[in-house]
């Protein structure tokens, strides 16, 4: 019997399960009216009807971050609030309609009513451009500091990741792999899953200490201790292990700037054996960067939250060739998943 603070191992059953998009369009959606409310304050929708222009433009004009605003301006055109011409944002009749100061529709005064702490960090990250985390303080260091911190977020991801991990087991073709290293694997999900379907596959999970309790009990409790084994470390300080079949990152790079992913790839690609493959499980933003409300809101959420986002395929696929690889092969995975592998070059 499990005891209450046990994290319940992934079934094979998860991954006949319905797919997680309306939970992730759930989750993406939680900072839709903070993106309004802070365009509004910042004055972006009076200005961009005044004289549409691009992100960066407009973030010069008014002294403003242009990665946050980028981020920001895509999330209010996938909401159907601005639309894109030749690389400017306008405001679209509905923007025009409720989010111009000066008329008696102007919905300023509500959207002032719902503003709280995600507002905030909306702002923050438009008009500085660093990520709010918890109330300003950065959340791989606060897991570092409290495990009480730590271990929700781990619960969270686990939860978030059972239905992926075990879609992805049930189609990944692992051949003869023997090793898999993941990096930034939380508790184990991706690899707990991959191993239980692949008997031949030894799987390390590379994250923080403070995920090492729940970790170890959810590995024994799955079946699989000594096939999958917890390296607790930074994954940026620590040593990896060479010689991998494959590298597996789940929902990592999209925590990170760019160069924060480049560190993460050229380890990643010393680590693999001549013939080994990474793997990037994530979500991908289409090329236009706004043609998907949740993708749109979730990169939004990502860069409040870790100071990272998402990315278009051309731009993974840049930094990929940046870090030493070769051509990519991308699969649409599961719900707003894709599945991105790639060999050395
Ligand atoms: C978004 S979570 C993804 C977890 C897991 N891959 C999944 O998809 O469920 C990012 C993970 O990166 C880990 N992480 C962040 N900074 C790290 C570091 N410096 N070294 C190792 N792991 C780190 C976090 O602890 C967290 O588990």
């Given at each position: 019997?499990?005891?209450?603070?046990?994290?319940?191992?992934?079934?094979?059953?998860?991954?006949?399960?319905?797919?997680?998009?309306?939970?992730?369009?759930?989750?993406?959606?939680?900072?839709?009216?903070?993106?309004?409310?802070?365009?509004?304050?910042?004055?972006?929708?009076?200005?961009?009807?005044?004289?549409?222009?691009?992100?960066?433009?407009?973030?010069?004009?008014?002294?403003?971050?242009?990665?946050?605003?980028?981020?920001?301006?895509?999330?209010?055109?996938?909401?159907?609030?601005?639309?894109?011409?030749?690389?400017?944002?306008?405001?679209?009749?509905?923007?025009?309609?409720?989010?111009?100061?000066?008329?008696?529709?102007?919905?300023?005064?509500?959207?002032?009513?719902?503003?709280?702490?995600?507002?905030?960090?909306?702002?923050?990250?438009?008009?500085?451009?660093?990520?709010?985390?918890?109330?300003?303080?950065?959340?791989?260091?606060?897991?570092?500091?409290?495990?009480?911190?730590?271990?929700?977020?781990?619960?969270?991801?686990?939860?978030?990741?059972?239905?992926?991990?075990?879609?992805l087991a049930a189609r990944l073709e692992l051949?003869?792999?023997?090793?898999?290293?993941?990096?930034?694997?939380?508790?184990?999900?991706?690899?707990?899953?991959l191993?239980?379907?692949?008997?031949?596959?030894?799987?390390?999970?590379?994250?923080?200490?403070?995920?090492?309790?729940?970790?170890?009990?959810?590995?024994?409790?799955?079946?699989?201790?000594?096939?999958?084994?917890?390296?607790?470390?930074?994954?940026?300080?620590?040593?990896?292990?060479?010689?991998?079949?494959?590298?597996?990152?789940?929902?990592?790079?999209?925590?990170?700037?760019?160069?924060?992913?480049?560190?993460?790839?050229?380890?990643?690609?010393?680590?693999?054996?001549?013939?080994?493959?990474?793997l990037?499980?994530?979500?991908?933003?289409?090329?236009?960067?706004?043609?998907?409300?949740?993708?749109?809101?979730?990169?939004?959420?990502?860069?409040?939250?870790?100071?990272?986002?998402?990315?278009?395929?051309?731009?993974?696929?840049?930094?990929?060739?940046?870090?030493?690889?070769?051509?990519?092969?991308?699969?649409?995975?599961?719900?707003?998943?894709?599945l991105?592998?790639?060999?050395?070059?």
């Amino acid at each position: 019997m499990m005891s209450d603070s046990a994290l319940l191992p992934v079934a094979d059953a998860d991954a006949a399960a319905p797919d997680d998009t309306l939970m992730m369009d759930v989750l993406a959606s939680q900072y839709r009216l903070s993106a309004v409310a802070v365009a509004d304050r910042l004055g972006l929708f009076a200005a961009l009807a005044e004289a549409p222009s691009s992100a960066a433009a407009l973030a010069s004009d008014r002294a403003l971050h242009p990665h946050g605003t980028a981020v920001l301006l895509n999330a209010l055109a996938a909401q159907g609030l601005l639309m894109v011409h030749g690389g400017a944002y306008h405001p679209t009749a509905t923007a025009r309609s409720f989010l111009l100061p000066g008329t008696a529709r102007h919905w300023g005064p509500m959207l002032g009513l719902g503003w709280d702490e995600r507002c905030t960090a909306v702002r923050t990250l438009v008009t500085e451009g660093t990520p709010f985390g918890y109330r300003g303080k950065g959340i791989w260091d606060t897991h570092n500091r409290s495990r009480h911190h730590g271990e929700l977020f781990a619960r969270a991801m686990h939860a978030h990741s059972a239905g992926p991990a075990a879609a992805l087991a049930a189609r990944l073709e692992l051949g003869d792999c023997t090793s898999l290293l993941e990096v930034g694997g939380g508790v184990g999900t991706y690899s707990l899953a991959l191993a239980g379907r692949n008997p031949r596959l030894t799987a390390q999970v590379l994250d923080l200490p403070v995920v090492e309790r729940l970790a170890l009990r959810l590995i024994e409790d799955s079946g699989l201790t000594g096939r999958v084994r917890l390296r607790a470390g930074d994954m940026f300080g620590d040593p990896w292990p060479g010689e991998q079949d494959r590298v597996l990152f789940a929902d990592v790079l999209s925590d990170w700037d760019d160069e924060g992913c480049r560190t993460l790839l050229g380890r990643a690609r010393k680590a693999l054996a001549p013939d080994g493959r990474l793997l990037i499980h994530q979500v991908l933003l289409d090329d236009s960067r706004h043609g998907s409300d949740s993708a749109a809101g979730y990169s939004l959420a990502l860069a409040v939250m870790t100071g990272g986002r998402l990315r278009t395929l051309p731009e993974l696929a840049s930094l990929l060739a940046q870090s030493g690889f070769g051509a990519c092969v991308t699969t649409p995975a599961y719900g707003h998943y894709s599945l991105i592998t790639v060999r050395p070059d």
